[in-house]
């Protein structure tokens, strides 16, 4: 096998789902669709979206989901983390407007505070990390499903006025191609969870592939209307910036609240994945029905911070990793140790024992020797 010509470092994984985003967006930028193709596009990014909820409310176990409130504790860590503190600190960020950030940039940075959590990445990293992975898997799972209803609201509450062009028709959408289909595929999933279990591997092309379809059509229609003017790089570049210093308070929020809360190690790592990082699945078919034509620019931000959650956690899980193995080495040493002193321990007794009895073995000895003597020069008697 050939290397690469610059190979990347261990702890800078490159995403190839991310990768392909990037090519979808340069496609649109080059030839975006425009009159019939742009209408034939959008009507099969709804068709997407759609299809898209349908399936993950068909995969979804019910029962798994209902077998994860026993942790209720650690789900709602997630769950304030994921739709109180996130929202508030995009809130806090007003205040770089526009001085750091332009109106379009801010508002798909609070929406992107808006979004569920992640359930396979968190899972992943939660695994490589010697975390509570079921507890990884139900706080993911929790969040895709409140998310469904709690983005929506959140959403037409905190961004009425920042010119998304959120209205009450955005929320009836979000209602018929999200939740409605969401709901249809929990009630078939009966009959068709079977073969969605069978097809798993081809039903994740699907899915990928309906995302991509929803990139293309909403950077097409950004395209056509030369939104990215608007943005410069150096505002591209405080972007960035700004979403780092959001993801380093997240981090610190989880990994150090979840342990004033009490939370066991596992359960910590667990909470600390998942309550710090936001879902591009879900964020990006929920941006093409709330901003529309306005969705380019709004799914940036979070196309961006995807990214950045997968390399910072790939690195955070493997030093978790490496922590929770010098532990590991640490207390089979103690137990080698104990061990030692216990063998020794012994066989000091041992010695005294042996010492013990032969000290009397020799005074019995010495007594018989006496009375021997005194026997011989008396003589025998009677």
């Not at 470092?9 to 967006?25: E, F, K, N, R």
């Not at 009507?43 to 979206?49: I, K």
């Not at 150090?256 to 936001?278: E, P, V």
């Amino acid at each position: 096998m050939r290397r690469p010509l610059i190979p990347l470092p261990s702890w800078l994984p490159v995403d190839g789902y991310i990768l392909a985003l990037v090519g979808t967006v340069g496609l649109a930028a080059l030839l975006p669709a425009r009159g019939p193709a742009a209408t034939v596009a959008d009507g099969a990014s709804t068709g997407a979206v759609a299809l898209l909820f349908f399936l993950y409310g068909a995969r979804l176990s019910t029962r798994e989901a209902m077998d994860g409130l026993r942790h209720w504790r650690l789900h709602l860590t997630v769950l304030a983390c994921t739709f109180v503190a996130f929202p508030l600190l995009g809130l806090a960020a007003r205040g770089l407007v526009p001085y750091v950030l332009p109106p379009a940039l801010y508002t798909g940075l609070l929406f992107l505070c808006l979004v569920p959590s992640t359930v396979q990445s968190s899972i992943a990293f939660t695994s490589i990390a010697r975390g509570n992975v079921a507890a990884a898997i139900c706080a993911g799972s929790f969040s895709s499903i409140v998310g469904i209803v709690i983005t929506p609201l959140l959403a037409a509450l905190v961004l009425d006025g920042d010119g998304s062009g959120f209205s009450s028709d955005s929320l009836v959408s979000i209602v018929c191609q999200l939740l409605l289909p969401f709901l249809a595929g929990q009630l078939l999933r009966r009959w068709i969870g079977g073969f969605l279990i069978r097809n798993k591997k081809v039903l994740g092309y699907v899915d990928r592939g309906s995302i991509l379809l929803v990139v293309y059509s909403a950077f097409s229609t950004g395209m056509v209307q030369g939104i990215w003017h608007q943005i410069s790089p150096l505002r591209l570049l405080c972007l960035v910036g700004v979403e780092a210093v959001l993801l380093a308070a997240m981090l610190t929020c989880t990994s150090y609240g979840s342990k004033k809360l009490g939370f066991s190690r596992g359960d910590r790592i667990a909470i600390t994945f998942a309550g710090s990082k936001k879902s591009l699945a879900a964020g990006l078919p929920m941006a093409s029905v709330l901003f529309g034509a306005q969705a380019g620019l709004a799914v940036l931000p979070l196309m961006l911070f995807h990214q950045m959650q997968l390399m910072v956690c790939a690195v955070l899980s493997k030093r978790y990793a490496a922590q929770a193995d010098a532990d590991a080495d640490a207390d089979r040493g103690a137990g080698t140790e104990a061990g030692s002193d216990a063998d020794a321990s012994d066989v000091e007794a041992g010695v005294r024992m042996k010492a013990d009895a032969g000290g009397e073995g020799g005074a019995a000895g010495g007594e018989g020797a006496r009375s021997a003597a005194a026997v011989a020069v008396s003589g025998p008697r009677g």
